[in-house]
Structure formats: structure tokens, C-alpha cells
């Protein structure tokens, strides 16, 4: 099959939906596939809509010749090109006024400029160009994520234009469960949005929960398939948890608690660390271990955060520092009310580390209470607090959580059987046209 995948950043840029992304291309291919990536310059996510700061780099120096929706081949192509997805990166357009000129066209209602207006979109006039010229071999078009609508337009144009099959992996965050006016909920399942949903010929899910919800928008049940993400356990274990420790400067019988997230309101980071101190402040010994980029909410944060002593940042893992992170944390916390699904837990559960995360979207479904971890209500910091107390106190529990989770892993968070659920989908949709 020929596939073309439309996302709105790709590795190395760092975040759930564009790291499965670049897994499963890899995964078509291997099996036979040819792979198409159409996606943007960005790397560090706030350069979707502005330049980087003043005096900072990009974090990775792309080809210009990627600017006008060319082929990368210099960057992102093995000798081997024939095995690896070809990339065609646009870049995002910047001007003065932007969020403010696009937030009034997005308030228009007409749903297909409110998909390509969304402020928070990187916005790629060559990408929605060449997706109406494109005549290379194609069979179906796969676009993903929530709420990046622009990247998912093009792949709408391009399926519609060739009249080949349209796939989408949303990646629904569904925020607190127990509030049907959630914020978060209502962002990502706006109506411009449900339109995308509807035009799709199947729609990827990864939990009961996201599945339920899309199904609650109008969207027929046999074009909704369950498909669930995968761990490879080789890529996030094996760290040396003595050395790391020792140059976090821990004591040996010291627990630490870890967070791996863009650090940021929406996953958590500030919470846990205003649960924290409400821990640290009824004399509970532990420190906090924070990992991935930091946003510029969580920084300001920071600033005013009075207990900074107590926290290690790490910043951007390499592949091995982040086999270390696991190795050196004794739970993981991932307060979020902004994942899907949440891989990261199931690379703590690798590890044989408990999860601590909020009863919303999908580590709350994944994630079973007293099982292989604990939740807390949304937004509570006072419980979040409490429940980080338990694990702190409790040696024995966290080794019972971590192995029950690792446990899961093999039964049920299985690459091959999720990515081929995809492949295999597609395949029939392909045959059926």
C-alpha cells in the first residue's frame, strides 16, 4: 500500500501522537508499505505558531529546502531510503497579530475555516497546496492529532482530491470524567472538530472511554475502531539506577517520584508539585524528578515556587538518560488532564513502577485503582497530595502496583497486534472501495 500520513510535528520532535506516528510508519514499511509524512518544521511545539524566542536556536536545524513541502532527504533519510518514510515538512507561517487575526476567522462559523483557522494550528500554506497537487501513488490518507486541524484538513483535501480512503487517530483528551462541562472536553470535541470526525472512514481510538465518546458524537459505531497502543520494553528499561541516583545527589534509601510530560498545566506538572509541598510540608521525605520540555506556563510557575531544593529537572532526555529516569524513580506521577492514553505509564510499568495519575481520559481508565497504581480526583491537589503520601510511606506497595502493572504489559500492550490492528483496517477499507 502507498500511505500518506498527515501530523502536525514529527520526530525529533517529542510528544505522544509523533512518536506512535514515526512507529507505526516504520511499522508499514516493514511489512511493505510505502509511507509518506507530510508535517511541519516545528520541533519544539510552540514554533507551530511563533518563531522561536529571541536568542534561541530551533532545536533542530531542518533543510530549507523542507519549507516549500520538499522531500527531506538530508536529514531524516537513511542510505536506504527505500526502507523509511519519505518526509515532506512545510513551514508554519508567522506574522504579527497572528493568534488574534485567526481566533476572529475561527469564530466564522463555517467549519471548514474553523478547522484551518484554529489559533493553536501550524498553519502550512505549501502543505495545503501540494495536497492539491499531489499525484503521486496513494491508497488511503492517516492524519492525526487533536486539536491540530490544519495538518488533518490537508490529509482531508488529499483523500477527498484522489478519492482514496481517510483515516483519523485523534487522540481525544476527555479531561475529568465526572464533569461533562470539562474544558478540555469541550476544546476537543468542538463542532468544527466532530465535522472531521465525520467525514472519516474509520476512526482510531485507543480507550473505552475515547471510543464511547466519539460514538456519543454522532459518529457510527462500525467506523470506530478500538485499537489500544503498545510498550517495546527494550527501548525504556535497562538504566543504572545507582549511577543516576548518585548524580541526583539521592540518598540510597531516598524515594523519588518521577514525571516525564511537557511540563505544563495540562499535564500535571504544576499540580504534583503543589501537592508536593503540601507533603513535604506534614514532613514527608521524598524528592521530585521532572522530565521533558518545559512550557512557558510551567516556567512561570517555577519562578515563584519556593521549594525548588526538593526538585531535580532534567529537561529533554536522551534515549538513555530516559532508561536511567525509569530506573532511578521509585513511582511515577502523571496528574494529566490532557492524554489519551498515556504511554509513559506504560514505560513506568516496565520498569516495575507504580502510576499516580487523575481519574480523566485515558489514565484513568488505564491505570486500575490499588492495582498497578492510584488515581485522585481531577484537580485535587489535596488527594493528589494524599495518594503521593501512600506511595512515599510504603516500600511494599510500591512494589506490589509496579508489578502488577509490569504484569499487563505482555497480556495486553502489545506493538504488533496494535499496530497491525491499523495496517489490517485499512487494508480492508482499501479492497472494499
Not at 510528544?15 to 508499514?28: C, D, M, P, T
Not at 533542530?60 to 519519505?86: F, I, K, M, Y
Not at 472519516?200 to 472511554?209: E, H, K, M
Request: charged letters at 25%; one cysteine or more.
Amino acid at each position: 500500500m502507498h500511505l500518506a500520513h498527515f501530523i502536525q510535528r514529527y520526530p525529533p520532535a517529542l510528544g505522544g501522537s509523533e512518536v506512535y506516528f514515526e512507529r507505526l510508519a516504520r511499522f508499514h514499511i516493514e511489512h511493505g508499505d510505502s509511507v509518506t509524512v507530510w508535517t511541519s518544521t516545528a520541533i519544539e511545539l510552540e514554533e507551530m505558531w511563533q518563531k522561536a524566542s529571541h536568542g534561541r536556536q530551533p532545536a533542530v536545524q531542518l533543510p530549507l529546502e523542507c519549507d516549500q513541502g520538499e522531500t527531506n532527504t538530508s536529514q531524516e533519510q537513511p542510505a536506504d531510503a527505500g526502507r523509511s518514510p519519505v518526509i515532506r515538512r512545510s513551514r508554519p507561517l508567522t506574522f504579527p497579530g497572528r493568534r488574534y487575526i485567526l481566533k476572529a476567522l475561527s469564530l466564522i462559523p463555517i467549519r471548514p475555516l474553523q478547522c484551518l483557522a484554529m489559533p493553536c494550528n501550524p498553519v502550512c500554506p505549501a502543505m495545503w497546496r501540494d495536497a492539491g497537487r499531489y499525484d503521486g501513488p496513494l491508497d488511503a490518507v492517516h492524519a492525526s492529532a487533536f486539536p491540530y486541524a490544519f495538518p488533518l484538513m490537508c490529509g482531508l483535501r488529499l483523500a477527498r482530491r484522489r478519492k482514496v480512503p481517510f483515516f483519523l487517530t485523534p487522540f481525544l483528551h476527555l479531561g475529568d470524567d465526572g464533569d461533562s462541562q470539562d474544558r478540555t472536553r469541550r476544546q476537543y470535541t468542538a463542532p468544527h472538530l466532530r465535522g472531521l470526525l465525520q467525514q472519516a472512514d474509520g476512526v482510531f481510538v485507543q480507550t473505552r472511554l475515547e471510543r464511547d465518546a466519539v460514538v456519543a458524537l454522532g459518529i457510527p459505531e462500525d467506523r470506530v475502531i478500538l485499537q489500544g497502543l503498545g510498550v517495546e520494553v527494550s527501548e525504556c528499561t535497562g538504566g543504572d539506577r545507582e549511577a543516576v541516583r548518585a548524580s541526583w545527589r539521592l540518598e540510597p534509601h531516598e524515594v523519588a517520584i518521577g514525571h516525564l510530560a511537557n511540563n505544563s498545566p495540562e499535564k500535571g506538572s504544576i499540580d504534583l508539585l503543589k501537592s508536593a509541598e503540601q507533603a513535604w510540608n506534614i514532613g514527608k521525605q521524598f524528592r521530585v524528578v521532572l522530565a521533558g520540555p518545559e512550557m512557558p506556563a510551567f516556567r512561570n510557575f517555577w519562578e515563584g515556587f519556593k521549594t525548588k531544593e526538593r526538585v531535580i529537572r532534567l529537561g529533554v532526555l536522551s534515549d538513555k538518560a530516559k532508561r536511567d529516569f525509569f530506573a532511578g524513580i521509585d513511582a511515577f506521577a502523571l496528574p494529566s488532564r490532557s492524554d489519551s492514553f498515556g504511554l509513559v505509564l506504560l514505560e513506568a510499568w516496565a520498569n516495575g513502577k507504580p502510576c499516580l495519575v487523575y481519574r480523566a481520559g485515558g489514565p484513568g481508565e488505564l491505570v486500575r485503582y490499588g492495582f498497578d497504581g492510584l488515581h485522585a480526583k481531577c484537580g485535587d491537589v489535596a488527594e493528589l497530595a494524599r495518594q503521593l503520601g501512600r506511595l512515599i510511606e510504603s516500600d511494599r506497595l510500591r512494589r506490589e502496583l509496579g508489578a502488577n502493572g509490569r504484569a499487563r504489559l505482555t497480556r495486553e500492550f502489545q506493538w504488533a497486534a496494535s499496530l497491525g490492528l491499523v495496517r489490517t483496517t485499512i487494508a480492508i477499507n482499501r479492497a472494499c472501495r
